[in-house]
């Protein structure tokens, strides 16, 4: 199975905020990476797909960027309800797997 | 609105078996690959298994291989998981989940997971 690190574990922002979160593949997966987010006692919400493609429906404050090993989810401009655990998830080979998530918490 | 509900979920002693359902609506189950994930207690996701739009393919995550087994019934609108021999570590949330499909120029292209179910509770315990 591919490992897949995310960084940081949490980090702490204001509205308004620019927030970055990296994800890293144990090895070359393309652009076969997708970026969800969770909020608390809710089932994981689908936000990027194909390592950059926004899934229909959410704002475009949301972007992904990357290639190969190293990844990107950026929000351009915190919103209240975006705070929340984020997951990357790589789709190169099956067994897919997760990185173990960012939680994005109110400063 | 596509819509994935999950069942089957509960108190089961180690060792025991119990069956996952996925009821799905508002789109056409038998076009759509179908994944299982689970979150155990205050833990992140893990993906457990996908089965392809036809039933013609499944895939496991290694710590569920032989013990759990992945299928649907197209007929029905219906996923299923069915798991044995369970211990304490697939104590979990488990949520259904279909796999995205976009059609580009004539082609199809699949990708992650793009609707999700609330998820069913699986306890494992003596």
């Known amino acids: 199975a591919i490992q897949m690190t995310q960084s940081p574990s949490s980090l702490s922002a204001s509205v308004g905020d620019r927030v970055t979160i990296t994800c890293r593949a144990g090895?070359?997966?393309?652009?076969?990476l997708d970026w969800y987010q969770q909020k608390p006692g809710k089932a994981p919400k689908l936000l990027i797909y194909?390592?950059?493609n926004l899934q229909s429906g959410v704002p475009s404050r949301f972007s992904g960027s990357g290639s190969g090993t190293d990844f990107t989810l950026t929000i351009s401009s915190l919103q209240p309800e975006d705070f929340a655990i984020y997951y990357c998830?790589?789709?190169?080979?099956?067994?897919?797997?997760f990185g173990q998530g960012t939680k994005v918490d109110i400063k | 609105q596509a819509q994935l509900v999950e069942s089957g979920g509960g108190v089961v002693q180690p060792g025991k078996s119990l069956r996952l359902s996925c009821a799905a609506s508002?789109?056409?189950?038998?076009?759509?690959?179908m994944h299982w994930v689970r979150q155990a207690p205050g833990k992140g996701l893990e993906w457990v298994a996908v089965?392809?739009?036809?039933?013609?393919?499944?895939y496991y995550t290694d710590s569920v291989k032989g013990r759990f087994t992945i299928s649907r019934d197209n007929s029905k609108n219906t996923l299923y998981l069915q798991m044995n021999s369970l211990t304490l570590e697939d104590t979990a949330v488990y949520y259904c989940?279909?796999?995205?499909?976009?059609?580009?120029?004539?082609?199809?292209?699949?990708?992650?997971?793009?609707?999700w179910g609330q998820g069913t509770t699986v306890t494992v315990s003596s």
């Open positions: 989940a279909k796999g995205g499909r976009i059609v580009v120029e004539s082609r199809t292209y699949y990708y992650g997971m793009d609707v």
């Open positions: 508002g789109f056409t189950f038998s076009n759509d690959a």
């Open positions: 089965v392809w739009h036809d039933g013609s393919n499944k």
């Open positions: 090895q070359d997966i393309g652009n076969d």
């Open positions: 194909g390592a950059s």
């Open positions: 998830q790589e789709e190169h080979n099956f067994p897919w797997t």
